[in-house]
């Protein structure tokens, strides 16, 4: 970080010997005080940061959180597990499947359930998908803020398709809830994996163009090249994760540190920065892309006919078809959805790599079927802790680019 | 006994009151007057480094006597381990070392934990409410006598007569 002197900037100095000789009257200076937000468009949602200025450098950023909180950690002590799954999908209204992933990988700890095969290699493939969309919508908003429009219809152009897929999949296109304690909700169709395997193929030469737009565009580099630079022992400190954290030459990811799902069968790497600073985590999310292909690519080949959700009784739902057949299993589904399952008491972590960062739940649980305490990790929460450091020195127009780099949510930030 | 919490309890004897070990999930509650220097301590140990803090949160339990409990998790990049660090405080006293010189990031966190829980924190550097208003008077939204469902406000309102049609 180096502070640039403006050249064109005449300095008045008067000789302290003559001040007679000074003709221009004292001037003044004093650090201005901006608040960016709450509505500003490149907030990411409503945000609001107070901004101490000197010139045009930023001195120090106070960022002022809370304007969509909903109190959902307290909404989950009053329901039960089952429930708490469509309040997921509301944390991170761009990325819903991911979130309803870490969920129920975390009731799932707690309740002690392997799931079947099949339904961890449709929830690695739905989730890889999510990645896509995080990260193409990511490459878009980032791009549109720092000045780059086009990449913008071209990611969402592609980020439509998938959100397609999605509506086909489970009937919503954001708000999904397609995950279930102990496997999926339905099935793929046959035309679902066809449409799948036609867009792995369209989708590489794609990310390929996004990068022409960017790779040799003036802008871009100087907006990201350099910019918001946090060194490796920081960036852990701050408890960063995800990209913003692999930027700065970590190579810290839950699916490969603590493997689950399908992950530890596909064969991917993970792709590490350098410099730590905004063109490198860049880099890191437009590598990710291919990387997801690859993953779904191998899930595809690998899968298996086979059950889609744990059989156990007291805790996980029954088949749809049977609860409008079967007298037990429509007892099941009432007795599951009323009063919930009953979870031992006990207390677990459990951590989830969405593409934001490390989305994690802490479940205490005292027995019965409601969460005694329910605490989400938020990527995007963590990371504006971070925003005072990272933003020290540079220019105001840089504020917009650091929001961008978090890869921000307010839903999440403010849960 | 896990190798770890028996490091922890070599190091400082008689600081942790309890280890469970639950899921793969290691759980320590130390004493409150010894929670600083464990954290410091397991940051800094050449063997463990735990540099990366994962989440710190807070559980209310209002029929103990030290009513609410800290939650601290970090992880060691170097060796994979997570350890989960807790610690009491009774509600006529609480306050917690701040854990902020250790870990940056817990600036945030435990700001958080003092908007949701009212538990304050000795040495944190801007202790302010976080995600309700500054302003915001009614007390701690994460405690358990908080309401869920408001406060009977609602009721007290006078409807007006449903206009005649």
Redesign the interface.
Known sequence: MTRFEDQRTTVYKVDPEHPEDATLPTLRTEELLLNMGPQHPSTHGVLKVILELEGERLVKSTPV??FL?R?V???A??GTYHQFIPHTDRLDYVCAMYNNFAYCRAVE??M?ITVPDRAEYLRTIVAEIQRIIGHQFWLGTQALDIGAMTVFFYCFRDREILLDWFDELCGARLTTSWYRIGGVERDFTPSLFAKLKQFLDYFPPKIDEYVIFLEKNRIWLARTKGVAVISA??A?????SGPTLRGSG?D?DLRK??PYSAYPKCEFSVPVGKNGDTYDRYWIRVQELYESVKIIRQCLEQIQDGPIMADVPSVTLPPKERVFTNLESMIQQFKLFSQGFNAPP????C?TEAHKG?L?F?I?STGGGKP??L?I?APS??H???FD?MSKGYMIADAVTIFGTYDIVMGEC?? | MNQLAQRIEETFPGASTKVTEWRGDLAVTVKREALHDIGKFLRDDPAMRFDYIVHVSSVDWPDDEERFEVVYEVYSIRTRQRIRLKTRVPESDCIVDSLTDIWKGADFMEREVYDMMGIRFRNHPDLRRILMPDEYEEGYPLRKDFPLRGKGWRDTFEFLDEPAR
């Open positions: 959180m809370g909180h109190g950690e307290k909404l002590e009053e700890k707690l002690n022992e920081d852990l400190s701050f408890g960063l970590v810290y540190y603590e006990g207390e677990i972590y951590g490390e994690g802490y205490v005694y305490r605490k990790r929460f963590i504006m802790g971070a450091h403010d849960r």
